[in-house]
């Protein structure tokens, strides 16, 4: 019995579930408090470190999952690929040639990121059945867009001139990262991930004809070689409104939208055959309890209640007020109260 599975699969729920994106990191002081200690790569790679960080925001808030501490980058060391964080991702050398995908690695199933498994069974054997928790990694194209590009810049021109220049060299690359993307999410069910979250973080640099070419076919290939683990698949992508209905044709048991995106319209247009999470602006936040409690209960309102996972719509801002989070916590679980019985 989970509020967050349920709601996944569109059964009724008494209320709806809610978790936050980046609900582990730098708004909660206790985080903070780790953080003073030992750096985000050392926090990352220790997997009691790690299990402790990802049971933070438990322990202050009735979330309805947990989300395992890793970054997006997690599974890029098994290609042989250096990289820091300052605090984004910074490689040493980018990847641009085809010599340089020739040159990675091939990781084999077990050798990709065991930290994260083993943080993942160290967090289930704390929760059990109680609260399910989310595995997670990038879309090929959004890792492929910090590979090339070499961090995170505004943009990723280097990205784009690839995908213009030589999209032949980058799709390479990205059928090696769809096949590394398929392996770290399988080794992460079998480590006790109850459903898998696909960040396409960068979806909307591209227009939709080139994202047809250069990004769906290898989206597809992660959404259907996961498709057998049978959790739930929730595919995020972000600012990318001209791309909404595309990502929600892809074979996933829901979309993660950002505040762009009109859920309520969305909703009519899929028509129940996916769940849909989001989608809470994190700015709104930093405004304070009241206009989070406010901006809450008006979603609640205007979003069918089946189907829907409460959630923002990207990453908690790291100076994101604690009595906001609380407000918000507040007025989801206010449903329930309201309505006394199963919503439908
Ligand atoms: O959601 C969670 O609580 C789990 C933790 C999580 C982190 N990164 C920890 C982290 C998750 C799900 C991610 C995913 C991630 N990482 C994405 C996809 C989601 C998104 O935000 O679009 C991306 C693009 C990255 C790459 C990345 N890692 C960036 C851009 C940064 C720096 C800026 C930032 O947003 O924090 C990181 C570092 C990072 N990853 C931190 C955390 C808590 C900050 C490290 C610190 O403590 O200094």
Known sequence: MSLFLDALRGSPVPRRPLWLMRQAGRYLPEYRA?????????????????????????????LDAAIVFADLMSPIAALGIPFDFAPGPVLESPVRSAADIASLAEPVRGEIAPEVMETLRLVKSELGQRVPVIGFAGAPWTLAAYLVEGNGRRGFPALRAMAAGAPEILTSLMERLADLVVAYAKDQVEAGADAVQIFDSWAGLLCLRDWE???????????????????????????????????AALPAEAVSVDWRTDVPALQRRLNGSK??????????????????????????????????VFNLGHGILPDTPLASVEALVEAVHGEERERGDTVH
């Open 34 to 62: 780790l953080r003073a200690k030992h750096d985000f790569s050392t926090l990352s790679r220790e997997p009691s470190l790690a299990a402790e960080v990802t049971l933070q925001p438990l322990r202050r808030f009735p």
């Open 213 to 247: 070419r250069l990004s769906r076919p290898y989206l597809l290939k992660v959404l259907e070689g996961i498709a057998g683990t049978g959790v739930p698949r929730i595919l995020f992508f972000q600012d990318a409104p001209h791309l909404v209905d595309a990502y």
């Open 275 to 308: 769940a849909v999470q989001g989608n809470l602006d994190p700015a709104l936040l930093l405004a304070g309890p009241e206009t989070t409690a406010a901006a809450a209960r008006d979603l609640l309102q205007r979003v069918a209640p089946r189907g829907h």
